[in-house]
């Protein structure tokens, strides 16, 4: 099956890259943060004529709120009439029982069950920061719909001595999408340099990926350099310059 090759681009009406540039680069899908006053049908008539659909929704996970099910509901039915593919969404335990989080993850993972979906937690402090951590929060949560959002540079950000080749292999299983950004491999080093660049072993990625069959997206997020700001121009060769890498390596034809 050919990759999913998706770009984060936030706002489909002031995307982080003009949509006709990330159409023109192969680029197929999107992940997405919706407006609140933004509809389905809004969203499908700026990113339709540019032959582009929804891979991941940006979603909120409210565990701490008692209306946490009618609110990822309103999401689920929202991907649903986007055509998307998953959920994805920074889940944080805090003072929440690991118990709790478990139950109410149960919770919303049968309502994406129901509609097809999956939901990505991402790479982030407390429960999925690492290979370690993420694969006891998921044996713990243990539900289909249920996996994790691999960022391919957090992994780096959030520990200390860690490759990111033998994190994922830990969690290989429960991968449902992964953030394609690369990484100068520094702790807390909020420099992320385009594809290939940076410390992330690319290949071996795909390897263990491929080895448990993962067809979910592959997500470019360009975060850059902390304190730059890219022209858009520098920000579509920058792309290009990604997708091009991707294509070097055999993710892409």
């Known amino acids: 099956m050919a990759a999913i090759l998706s770009h984060r681009v936030g706002y489909v009406d002031k995307p982080q890259l003009p949509l006709d540039r990330v159409a023109k680069l192969g680029i197929t899908h999107l992940e997405i943060v919706m407006r609140p006053e933004h509809t389905a049908e809004d969203v499908l008539s700026i990113i339709q004529p540019h032959g582009l659909k929804i891979g991941t929704l940006s979603t909120a996970s409210p565990l701490g709120v008692d209306d946490y099910v009618e609110r990822f509901t309103a999401s689920a039915d929202l991907l649903q009439a986007l055509g998307g593919l ?9 003072e929440t029982p ?20 999956f939901i990505a937690m991402e790479t982030h402090p407390d429960l999925c920061e690492n290979g370690s951590k993420a694969a006891q929060t998921l044996s713990a949560i243990a539900h289909p719909a249920v996996g994790m959002n691999f960022d391919t540079a957090n992994v780096y950000y959030y520990n200390e001595n860690v490759d990111a080749v033998e994190e994922i292999k830990k969690v290989a299983r429960w991968v449902r999408s992964v953030h394609v950004k690369d990484t100068t491999g520094g702790f807390k080093d909020a420099s992320f340099p385009n594809v ?4 992330v072993d690319y290949p071996g990625i795909m390897a263990a990926l491929a080895a448990v069959d993962f067809a979910g997206p592959w997500t470019l997020e360009l975060e850059g350099i902390a304190g730059s700001a890219d022209s858009v121009d520098k920000m579509e060769a920058n792309v290009a310059a990604c997708v091009a890498h991707l294509r070097k390596i055999g993710l892409i034809g």
């Open 86 to 94: 998953g959920h994805f969404t920074s889940v944080h335990a805090g």
């Open 98 to 117: 690991l118990d709790v989080v478990c139950e109410r993850m149960r919770a919303i993972g049968d309502i994406a069950a129901e509609r097809e979906q």
């Open 196 to 199: 290939g660049e940076g410390v």
